[in-house]
């Protein structure tokens, strides 16, 4: 009854049934292999795999499995696999369904990293990307090519937080038959990808699902057939190029997932707090909750009742200078720290031309309206929201105006 819930909050809890040996957290499996009875068993598991079994941890790992349950009941895919960052995610799902000679059609506005891949990387491995306004249909028509596979985006990109239309995406891709990859890390329970169509929904675990700052992870979430081939001892490409997650990891993320409800909520109450006092003190500000927001209708429409629309904003400080004074004064008054990431409990906040958006060239990052002097913030959860905009209002006032 809970897996067919509408939350995707409550689908996350698909596993409260205490367990047989009493313990509320499933036991750590710190084996790196699994023992069999007989030499037949092993042939078995080997050749056709054994229900509930497990033969070694780069294949799968009952910890490691746990987590990945949750995560697909999380975003309504039928399985997920687990990876040691959000990056392998990405890479090993490309690398699944994407083979030299293929063509990829992406966001233009996706991390810094993805990019790089996309752009540096596969193309020594023939796999070629085109990068375009997502949203804009003539330039979808434009970059189809015989051998596009797959199309990429955000959920909302990064640090722009553009929202893309995943129904039109979905259509798009399914009537020219190609896999529709959406990272979803910047939207966990607000955006639930794979109800609008999407085939593959990966995201960095390292962001607000452990939420934590300690561990890097990723997930992978698809129909059961990608997960297995993934999987494949033959031509899988987790098993293969072997990025796992350790045991330990995956069962501390799992702990940390079982309040991401409350996380996500806190985390958007509070940048939603953030973003209209800046706003209202005449400040430049990027955030998909309000309403001056280019995309903030389609968020609505896109979204799961009940969860905002998460922890990131943009401020627009004009230079560079004025960006990097903003965040020394911000670090200075204790009210977070100048570190990447997002999602984390504290505030934290960067410059994205010159850090996680620093892979992307100069003239790409101008075709993408990402001025040097943008902050991006991740509103933090350990404060109280009023408190945190007026504070943080005060100092951009003193800095900036
Ligand atoms: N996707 C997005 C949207 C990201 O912001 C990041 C990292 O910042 C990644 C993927 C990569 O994740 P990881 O750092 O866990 O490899």
Redesign the pocket.
């Given at each position: 009854m809970i897996a067919k819930s509408n939350d995707p909050g409550t689908r996350l809890n698909t596993d409260r049934m205490q367990h047989p040996s009493g313990h509320v957290n499933a036991p750590i499996s710190d084996s790196a292999m699994f023992a069999f009875s007989t030499g037949a068993e092993m042939t078995e598991m080997f050749e056709v795999g054994i229900a509930g079994r497990f033969l070694y941890s780069r294949h799968a790992n009952p910890s490691c499995a746990a987590l990945a349950a949750k995560l697909a009941a999380m975003e309504a895919t039928e399985a997920a696999i687990v990876i040691?960052?959000?990056?392998?995610?990405?890479a090993c799902a490309i690398l699944q369904v994407c083979s030299a000679g293929d063509h990829i059609i992406a966001s233009r506005t996706?991390?810094?990293?993805?990019y790089a891949l996309l752009e540096n990387f596969l193309p020594r491995f023939g796999i070629t990307t085109s990068f375009i306004d997502i949203n804009d249909q003539t330039a979808l028509n434009d970059a189809m090519q015989p051998n596009t596979k797959m199309l990429f985006a955000?959920t909302m990109?990064?640090p722009l937080l553009a929202v893309c239309d995943i129904p039109n995406l979905s259509a798009f891709a399914h009537s020219n038959g190609l896999t529709l990859m959406i990272?979803n890390?910047?939207a966990p329970l607000i955006c639930s990808p794979a109800m609008h169509g999407a085939d593959i929904v990966?995201?960095?675990?390292?962001?607000y699902i452990n939420g934590m700052g300690d561990h890097?992870?990723?997930v992978i979430c698809g129909t059961e057939n990608l997960i297995q081939s993934l999987m494949d001892v033959n031509s899988g490409a987790t098993m293969l190029l072997g990025p796992s997650m350790d045991a330990g990891v995956a069962a501390d993320i799992r702990k940390n997932l079982q309040s991401l409800p409350v996380r996500v909520r806190q985390h958007s109450a509070n940048a939603l707090k953030v973003g209209s006092r800046l706003q209202a003190s005449g400040f430049r500000v990027v955030y998909p909750g309000l309403e001056s927001h280019p995309d903030h209708l389609r968020l609505q429409t896109l979204s799961n009742e009940g969860y905002g629309a998460g922890a990131v904003l943009t401020l627009d400080c004009g230079t560079r200078e004025r960006a990097d004074s903003l965040m020394q004064h911000l670090k200075d008054a204790g009210l977070g720290f100048l570190a990447?990431?997002?999602g984390y409990v504290h505030t934290l906040f960067s410059m994205p031309a010159c850090s996680?958006s620093s892979e992307i060239p100069a003239a790409e990052r101008e075709r993408m309206g990402l001025s040097e002097g943008f902050v991006r913030f991740s509103i933090g959860i350990d404060a109280d929201g009023d408190w945190l905009a007026s504070e943080i209002a005060a100092i951009a006032t003193k800095v900036l105006l």
């Amino acid at each position: 009854m809970i897996a067919k819930s509408n939350d995707p909050g409550t689908r996350l809890n698909t596993d409260r049934m205490q367990h047989p040996s009493g313990h509320v957290n499933a036991p750590i499996s710190d084996s790196a292999m699994f023992a069999f009875s007989t030499g037949a068993e092993m042939t078995e598991m080997f050749e056709v795999g054994i229900a509930g079994r497990f033969l070694y941890s780069r294949h799968a790992n009952p910890s490691c499995a746990a987590l990945a349950a949750k995560l697909a009941a999380m975003e309504a895919t039928e399985a997920a696999i687990v990876i040691a960052s959000g990056m392998s995610a990405i890479a090993c799902a490309i690398l699944q369904v994407c083979s030299a000679g293929d063509h990829i059609i992406a966001s233009r506005t996706v991390y810094g990293g993805t990019y790089a891949l996309l752009e540096n990387f596969l193309p020594r491995f023939g796999i070629t990307t085109s990068f375009i306004d997502i949203n804009d249909q003539t330039a979808l028509n434009d970059a189809m090519q015989p051998n596009t596979k797959m199309l990429f985006a955000e959920t909302m990109s990064n640090p722009l937080l553009a929202v893309c239309d995943i129904p039109n995406l979905s259509a798009f891709a399914h009537s020219n038959g190609l896999t529709l990859m959406i990272d979803n890390t910047f939207a966990p329970l607000i955006c639930s990808p794979a109800m609008h169509g999407a085939d593959i929904v990966i995201h960095s675990l390292t962001k607000y699902i452990n939420g934590m700052g300690d561990h890097l992870g990723g997930v992978i979430c698809g129909t059961e057939n990608l997960i297995q081939s993934l999987m494949d001892v033959n031509s899988g490409a987790t098993m293969l190029l072997g990025p796992s997650m350790d045991a330990g990891v995956a069962a501390d993320i799992r702990k940390n997932l079982q309040s991401l409800p409350v996380r996500v909520r806190q985390h958007s109450a509070n940048a939603l707090k953030v973003g209209s006092r800046l706003q209202a003190s005449g400040f430049r500000v990027v955030y998909p909750g309000l309403e001056s927001h280019p995309d903030h209708l389609r968020l609505q429409t896109l979204s799961n009742e009940g969860y905002g629309a998460g922890a990131v904003l943009t401020l627009d400080c004009g230079t560079r200078e004025r960006a990097d004074s903003l965040m020394q004064h911000l670090k200075d008054a204790g009210l977070g720290f100048l570190a990447v990431s997002l999602g984390y409990v504290h505030t934290l906040f960067s410059m994205p031309a010159c850090s996680t958006s620093s892979e992307i060239p100069a003239a790409e990052r101008e075709r993408m309206g990402l001025s040097e002097g943008f902050v991006r913030f991740s509103i933090g959860i350990d404060a109280d929201g009023d408190w945190l905009a007026s504070e943080i209002a005060a100092i951009a006032t003193k800095v900036l105006l």
